[in-house]
């Protein structure tokens, strides 16, 4: 008859339950597999797979009891990794939706949106969700994911699971790549934006030289067909734009990482 003592159990669960933490907080939190449409099984069954894969590899875990309060806080710990590198990939994403939100307002697509805000329920706009859907698409095409995987799989090297507090240098890291959310999402647009900036001032001039002319009449059809064309002029230029801030966001991942562990960048 097999029988185990309290302590073979309380190993076993942790060198389970602690790098499972730390896989299912980036799945739950970094793109594509945030995705509202990818099924909540699918996320948990894949952090499982990756956890009974990645166990076995690992290094001596610390000998404390999952429950205690030395258990609990490495498990803090990993969900504050997991979530920190789902964070920095997130953010890429979040720049891109940040570019379709500021051409869709200019362009007249969220003006319910605007006047009400609750009418909408916070929906995004539906520029919005087709450059995230670029994103998306691009994200796979250049195995991103797979990278991502991969650099999670690395982070159980180069940041072991243990008692050892977190730097703080990878908090600063990450708060400092948040600002990419709004200089990257405006780089992005700032095309569309500035014709149709133009356009407006036009419609402006227009309005003045012709008074009985009806600007509100005219002017939302100039500016949603000057911004759709600027849509497709920029479209294939934002591509590439797109690869630079998945790069970026990598950069911020290991950067962010490194200072857990205490390298400053």
Known sequence: MLSFSSDQLNAWLGAFLWPFVRILTLIATAPPFNQPNVPTMVKVGLAVLLTMIISPLLGPLPAVSVGSASGLLILAQQILIGGAMGLSMQVVFAAI???????????GLGFAQLIT????????LVLANL???????????????LRLISALMETFTTLPISTANLQPHGFETIASWGSSIFSGGLMMCMPIVAVILMANISVGI??????????????????????VVMLDITLPNVIPYIGQLIEAGFDALYATIAGFGGESH
């Open 97 to 107: 939706e940040a570019a379709g939100e500021f051409a869709g307002l200019q362009m």
């Open 206 to 227: 227009l309005n003045r030289a012709a008074p009985q002319i009806g600007v509100y009449q005219v002017g939302f059809a100039i500016t949603l067909l000057t911004g």
């Open 117 to 124: 805000p609750t009418a909408t329920g916070g929906a995004t």
């Open 131 to 145: 450059l995230n859907v670029f994103c998306t698409l691009m994200f796979l095409a250049i195995d991103a994911h």
